[in-house]
């Protein structure tokens, strides 16, 4: 957005005042011009940003578990340097979003406490187990291609700096998305043992991965609001029916079927018709009771507790280092 609206003054805006900076922020958003954070924006437009960002943020986070806990056991070196570098990905995703987040006034230690007290969510995804190698191919292939589709749109988003950090992420996650189906041909192309597991994989993340886009539009609190606000794009059933159209030619390609006997084309509507998706279960995830959720909010608060010597010394280093770079421009020796 190019004008610098106030409002950051001592003195809060009276009524009229408010009422200008509304309509210069409707204009933009109006325009397809980005919010950038010193602009005046409404609040509730502020707190959206902060829940859905930090949320992004943390799925990031704690997506890094379930993968995590196979990158000792990788059948190769390719496979474990290629699997360790994805999780580092998902780590730099998890800090540009952070990052973020701070341009609207909320700070990575604020988020990170109520990620750990329960008081955020992250994405329902992570709450599911990874029993076999296989299920780092299938989460490659449908959780990064879900979160492609979701996120491609979001850089478009209104919040410049949202908009900015999702260029990079998209173009990580869509590397990912082939990692994971290129693992998965392997494993399809392989023996039937190993053609076995690739399918159990997929028949276990076909339909939590359809759940990641959030509940169908009659119940989705925020996407009227957002999508105004042009912080979302596109619906969540309109994303997931465009997963669904993506997925079904990929699994032919592979040899995979996914497990959803009422899948197929319907030539009217232009798109895959699919199955009844189990919302009872989704809302189970979301309230704590997935298959993972106390596992992986332990292992969160173990690491950031296990962390603190690191943030401690990282502090101290950097105060160290400020006080010798202002001794040497007062001219003493450091
Ligand atoms: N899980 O009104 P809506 C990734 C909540 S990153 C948990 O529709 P909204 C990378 C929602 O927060 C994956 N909660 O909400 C990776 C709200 O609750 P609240 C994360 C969910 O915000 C790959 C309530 O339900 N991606 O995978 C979920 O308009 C591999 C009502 O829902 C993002 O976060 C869910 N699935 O739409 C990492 C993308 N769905 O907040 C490692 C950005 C909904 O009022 C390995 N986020 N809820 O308490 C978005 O696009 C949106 O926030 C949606 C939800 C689409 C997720």
Redesign the pocket.
Known sequence: MTTVLPGHGPEAPGEAETEAFQAVFDAAVAADERIEPRDWMPDAYRA?LV???A??AH??I???Q??ANWISRAPSLRRKAILLA??QD?AG?GLYLYSAAETLGTGRDELLDKLHTGR???????NYPTLTWADVGA??WL??G??IT??VP?CRCSYGPYARAMIR?CKE?SF?QRQGYELLLALSRGTEAQKAMAQDAVDRWWWPSL?????P?D?????AQ?MAWK??RHS?DE?RQRFVDICVPQAESLGLTLPDPELRWNEERGHHDFGPIDWSE?QQ??KGNGPCNEQRISQRRAAHENGAWVREAAAVYAGKHATEHTGARNGEAA
């Not at 119940?219 to 996407?223: F, L, N, R, T």
């Open positions: 959206t829940r859905q960002i949320q992004h799925s990031e704690i997506g890094m379930p993968e994805k999780v998902e995703h955020q969510k992250y994405s329902s995804i992570f989460i490659g959780v990064d879900a979160a979701n996120q979001l992420i996650e990912h759940m990641m886009f959030g509940p539009d119940e989705s609190a925020h996407s957002s912080i979302k969540n994303l989704f995830v979301l």
